[in-house]
């Protein structure tokens, strides 16, 4: 993989720190988009296989409360970033690894007054539902959201690559399964289990809401698509991937919405393109979702933050 970051090679990762292990590692492309460090913004990588890659520079608060349908994790690159979860304020030093389960609540903002520069990516739980069926296991769920494993680090700065450009899709496969184990080995020991979980019946459900979110969707149509009752499908979404039918649609409207605003339409095009009735309807998602207006990420997407 040709890439712009400096990644150590795994069989010396027990020979340096985590602060070695992202040493310079923005650089290049990146580095230059970064170099005017009075303004925030957010690089938006191209998506690569249903997940979304960014690096954001902020200075004091980046995000209000919101929460995601996703695993978001990432690595601080430089500065202090600190965010609430989970009832307590948390803090990552450069190195550290970033690790939000969906659907928990969360902020961000820089610690100190010479800002923050992070990478994150956003993989939705099913791209790890392979590694947990193998170990028998339901989503890894990882109790201290700030995390010093420099081999999840380098992990993770690997399947950032250098953004912009191809990615071998067998190579990235390989490195999400890498990162699901990871995060398997920091959850530690599972929760027992009675109930079969309904894997196949979430996955049509899942597979039908990506193809219909322009279209209102009803809780007849997921039945009849899965055979499960509405109240089992809605318990066995939760438990499969950490969400709800519903805030699963909104989010796939959502990456339909960001990535129309990331080429340039405007708000209201994107809106009505992505499935939203209007685009009061959308800013309100998305604020809920993102922690910021829609206007503002198109404002920081394009360069032209603060």
């Known amino acids: 993989m040709v890439s712009n970051i400096r990644i150590y090679s795994?069989?010396?990762?027990?020979?340096?720190?985590?602060?070695?292990?992202?040493?310079?590692?923005?650089?290049?492309?990146?580095?230059?988009?970064?170099?005017?460090?009075?303004?925030?913004?957010?690089?938006?990588?191209?998506?690569?296989?249903?997940?979304e890659r960014i690096e954001a520079r902020f200075r004091g608060k980046g995000f209000d409360l919101h929460r995601h349908d996703t695993y978001a994790l990432g690595v601080t690159m430089a500065g202090i970033q600190t965010f609430r979860y989970r009832g307590a304020s948390r803090f990552s030093p450069p190195g550290n690894v970033i690790v939000l389960h969906p659907d928990e609540l969360h902020d961000g903002a820089a610690g100190t007054d010479d800002g923050l520069t992070y990478r994150m990516m956003y993989i939705p739980p099913e791209r790890f539902l392979p590694a947990t069926a193998e170990r028998g296991r339901a989503l890894p769920f990882v109790a201290s959201p700030v995390v010093d494993d420099v081999g999840l680090a380098r992990l993770l700065l690997e399947a950032f690559g250098s953004m912009?450009?191809?990615?071998?899709?067998?190579?990235?496969?390989?490195?999400?399964?890498e990162i699901a184990i990871a995060l398997l080995d920091h959850a530690g020991a599972p929760q027992a289990r009675s109930e079969r979980l309904a894997q196949p019946e979430v996955l049509r459900a899942c597979a039908f809401l990506r193809e219909n979110i322009v279209r209102q969707v009803s809780a007849q149509d997921l039945e009849e698509v899965t055979g499960l009752d509405r109240f089992a499908l809605a318990r066995?979404?939760?438990?499969?991937?950490?969400?709800?039918?519903?805030?699963?649609?909104?989010?796939?409207?959502?990456?339909?919405?960001?990535?129309?605003?990331?080429?340039?339409?405007?708000?209201?095009?994107?809106?009505?393109?992505?499935?939203?009735?209007?685009?009061?309807?959308?800013?309100?998602?998305?604020?809920?979702?993102?922690?910021?207006?829609?206007?503002?990420?198109?404002?920081?997407?394009?360069?032209?933050?603060?």
Do not use: W
Not at 22 to 33: D, F, K, T, W, Y
């Open 10 to 51: 795994r069989e010396k990762a027990a020979d340096h720190s985590a602060d070695n292990a992202i040493a310079g590692a923005v650089e290049g492309p990146l580095e230059r988009s970064c170099t005017d460090r009075d303004k925030d913004r957010i690089v938006v990588a191209p998506e690569l296989a249903g997940i």
């Open 164 to 177: 912009g450009e191809a990615f071998e899709q067998l190579k990235f496969d390989e490195l999400m399964a």
């Open 236 to 306: 066995q979404f939760r438990r499969v991937l950490g969400t709800s039918p519903h805030r699963y649609l909104v989010m796939r409207r959502l990456e339909c919405a960001r990535a129309l605003i990331t080429a340039g339409e405007s708000l209201a095009e994107a809106a009505f393109a992505s499935g939203f009735a209007d685009q009061a309807h959308l800013s309100r998602h998305f604020k809920k979702a993102h922690g910021m207006t829609p206007g503002r990420f198109a404002a920081l997407s394009a360069g032209r933050g603060r």
